[in-house]
């Protein structure tokens, strides 16, 4: 079997990591400088994703990021007879329209927190004013996990209706903004695959979106996490599953917009119960990283089931225990990271740690330097280890946090020992 994974960062590098694994052919576009077999296609460039499949007679293609797919790579590759895994654009406007998404969810009674669509500043003062602070300040469109910003104070709203309409460093993905209730609790990353009708639960993670320690400073990506915290229990899990999983897939099934792929919510845990806060198309990242090491089953297989209507939920097997993880960032990140730094450290990487590239490039020197804001994602199943390799690693600048993992109970690694080689067992 010959796959063609879509996109360029450290979740892609896990994919490709789990399947080679299985003796599976990958190749990535445009992959990075920790993927052997590349191929410098970019994501937007569907013609020339779907011509890189023909040439190379791809039997699966599994897409990365959300940008491809809402631009509909799976569509277009459908109507050229090839197989590729993710939802299509009208499914995976649950990623690329925050405003059609809320709506959605209001129409489906799924508990999500109250919004209104504005598109003006003066429009978003109106509402703040009715809201009052703290509220969430939401860019409409993609905006590469930037786009939201939590105002707690008056000095974080002034500079969130700055960047948005003012700036406006969110481009066209602000043409519309939501302007939300602000929610408390736990969050949770609950992935899952499905065939738009059945579907088969991940380990659930913990994301940490804030750059600092504390959660502090600005939104980004995702700094790091790690899977299966305390509180995500089998009682919570299937209350998610009742009254999100399960009504959202009726829901876009009886729309016409089918969901296949991956399906990530992230939910607030209230005291009212589970929240909606967003839906994701596709693996999340860093929570891939954290959960490929987990999966005992073969991803190939996983894919492409769901996209022959072969899908077998019961019979995905995962390892026990949990996964941490810690992104290395750029400095400058998330705002203007600066480019370009030698990285170095990685042979002092202990074996029971994965190193999953992310903004890596090999310079014209052949030097591994820093390429994008979010570098490196370092994983492992005990959170010392991680952090370790996290301090061993070196390029001028390098941000991280020092607190992923710390708020619970200590991180166990899986119950299956004999797992820990597969971190350098060929993949």
């Excluded at 519309?176 to 088969?200: H, I, K, Y």
């Excluded at 022959?308 to 400058?332: K, M, N, Y």
């Amino acid at each position: 079997m010959k796959i063609l994974v879509v996109g360029s960062g450290g979740r892609e590098h896990a994919l490709a990591w789990h399947l080679l694994g299985e003796g599976v052919q990958v190749l990535v576009a445009p992959g990075n400088a920790g993927i052997s077999e590349t191929a410098e296609v970019p994501v937007t460039d569907v013609d020339g994703l779907v011509g890189l499949a023909q040439r190379e007679r791809v039997d699966l293609t599994i897409v990365g990021p959300e940008t491809p797919l809402a631009l509909g790579l799976v569509d277009v590759f459908a109507v050229q007879g090839l197989a590729a895994f993710g939802p299509t654009r009208g499914a995976a406007r649950l990623e690329w329209s925050k405003a059609w998404t809320k709506d959605f969810l209001r129409r489906r009674g799924i508990p999500t927190g109250a919004a209104e669509v504005v598109e003006s500043e003066s429009g978003a003062r109106d509402v703040v004013e009715r809201l009052g602070l703290p509220v969430v300040l939401k860019a409409d469109g993609l905006a590469a996990g930037k786009g939201v910003f939590v105002a707690l104070t008056e000095g974080a709203l002034e500079d969130a209706l700055d960047q948005l309409f003012r700036r406006k460093t969110m481009g066209g993905a602000a043409e519309q903004v939501l302007v939300e209730e602000f929610l408390e609790g736990p969050e949770l990353s609950v992935l899952a695959f499905t065939d738009g009708e059945r579907f088969a639960l991940m380990p659930p993670a913990r994301d940490y979106k804030r750059l600092r320690d504390g959660d502090l400073g600005p939104n980004t990506g995702g700094m790091g996490g790690y899977a299966r915290p305390g509180y995500a229990t089998r009682e919570v899990l299937d209350d998610i599953e009742a009254r999100v999983l399960e009504p959202t897939l009726a829901g876009m099934a009886a729309e016409g917009q089918a969901y296949r792929g991956v399906l990530y919510t992230q939910v607030m845990l209230t005291r009212d119960g589970p929240r909606v806060i967003e839906f994701n198309c596709r693996f999340g990242d860093p929570e891939c990283q954290l959960i490929m090491p987990l999966l005992q089953s073969r991803l190939s297989d996983v894919c492409a089931g769901v996209v022959s209507g072969q899908f077998r939920p019961d019979e995905i097997r995962w390892h026990v225990g949990r996964t941490c993880g810690v992104v290395l960032a750029a400095p400058g990140y998330p705002e203007a990271p600066r480019l370009g730094g030698a990285i170095a450290g990685l042979a002092d990487v202990s074996e029971d740690v994965l190193v999953f590239h992310a903004g890596t490039r090999r310079d014209h020197d052949g030097r591994l330097v820093t390429s994008g804001g979010r570098v490196l994602s370092v994983v492992g199943f005990e959170r010392d280890a991680v952090y370790a390799a996290a301090k061993a690693i070196r390029f001028d600048g390098k941000q991280f946090r020092g607190d992923i993992g710390t708020e619970l109970e200590p991180l166990s690694p899986p119950r299956e020992r004999a797992h820990t080689s597969l971190l350098r067992g060929g993949r």
